[in-house]
């Protein structure tokens, strides 16, 4: 994982363009190799952020050391990549799997990696931020926004990936700047003329400058979650999502009671076999694990699931359907609001229809 050191006045220069520090990096890359138990519950785990905490590191936030309690939101990035080093995969596809990881839209076809034309365009300034990649945006397509290579030796290509999966997340406190362009209200007229959801960037890069306003960005076993959701004309309220860091259930808010009844009917009618969580039950904004434990295989079947799902809502042949289904679900109903019940109904028929199975 790539760390930051806890001078304070990095963070004016730019926290991602000094990711790369080499103690920290033989610090990790050290821990990584002693294959410790990542479970939050077990005296290992303690005792490697004890080492990161005494480093003063960052790791998508600041952990001072009178703020211990904080450290335990590193625990899925760092199993991400500790799955990434044992994978052996490389280049291209080492690239890919990170920036999904992180929550990034991204593709590959024979022609390389791409951004997918549903991202922020912050994406596109925080991914120039990275050393070791190198971003071209595209000008006239109607699927992707730019294109990502590696522009480092292979024997680099570990510090990209510790780059790219230790991008701030949530530091503990939202309510930023982007929470007004997210919540969309709970009025019939409000729904019905919201097209693709809303469009959220991993990180802002404009909030990146000052790390007291708190960061109003994605945390990582999320992201890809709360970015596909729009794809599928759901909208997420960007302050309610949280991939639980490992020790709880993973959660993620709808904008509003039309978009959650959406979102439902979608997840049903794809019927993908969810071995490693739960969803929807009781309180349905929250993605279980399937046994209701956190230790680390837990975890990452969870995160697992969510990766799977999230990366069926990018398909375009999805997409596509799910588009026509919801748009002949509003001509249903017309300007006048239905039941929640009704709705339900309908938008059930209607993606029925469209076999998304």
């Not at 596109?124 to 931020?129: A, F, I, K, S, Y």
């Not at 997409?319 to 249903?332: F, P, Q, V, W």
Request: charged share 20%; proline share 3%.
């Amino acid at each position: 994982m790539n760390i930051i050191g806890s001078d304070y006045s990095d963070i004016y220069d730019h926290p991602i363009a000094h990711a790369i520090r080499r103690l920290n990096d033989l610090l990790v890359r050290e821990i990584m190799a002693s294959d410790c138990d990542l479970n939050i519950n077990n005296l290992d785990v303690h005792a490697l952020y004890g080492l990161l905490e005494e480093s003063g590191v960052w790791h998508g936030g600041f952990i001072p050391v009178d703020r211990s309690w904080d450290s335990y939101k590193q625990k899925i990035p760092l199993l991400y990549y500790k799955r990434l080093l044992a994978s052996g995969i490389s280049g291209e596809e080492l690239l890919l799997e990170t920036l999904l990881l992180r929550g990034f839209l991204v593709f590959k076809d024979s022609d390389g990696i791409w951004l997918g034309k549903g991202s922020h365009f912050d994406d596109v300034l925080l991914l120039r931020w990275i050393r070791g990649i190198v971003l071209e945006t595209i000008e006239s397509s109607s699927t992707r926004m730019a294109s990502i290579k590696f522009s480092c030796n292979k024997l680099d290509e570990l510090k990209v990936i510790e780059s790219i999966l230790s991008i701030p997340q949530n530091h503990g406190f939202m309510g930023g700047p982007a929470y007004p362009l997210t919540y969309k209200g709970h009025s019939w007229p409000s729904y019905r003329n919201t097209v693709w959801g809303t469009k959220l960037s991993v990180c802002p890069s404009t909030y990146l400058g000052d790390f007291r306003l708190g960061y109003d960005a994605l945390d990582v076993g999320i992201a890809l979650l709360v970015k596909a959701w729009p794809l599928a004309r759901v909208s997420t309220a960007f302050c309610a999502s949280c991939d639980g860091h490992g020790s709880g259930p993973s959660y993620i808010g709808f904008a509003s009671k039309w978009d959650e009844v959406w979102a439902r009917q979608v997840f049903f009618s794809l019927a993908m076999p969810m071995s490693g969580s739960r969803w929807f039950e009781g309180n349905s904004k929250e993605i279980k694990t399937a046994n209701g434990s956190y230790d680390d295989d837990s975890v990452l079947a969870l995160m697992d699931d969510i990766q799977r799902f999230a990366r069926r809502l990018m398909q375009t042949d999805v997409i596509e359907k799910i588009g026509s289904a919801r748009l002949a679900t509003l001509n249903k109903f017309g300007e006048k609001a239905p039941s929640i019940y009704d709705f339900s109904v309908e938008a059930g028929k209607q993606l029925g229809q469209v076999d998304l199975s």
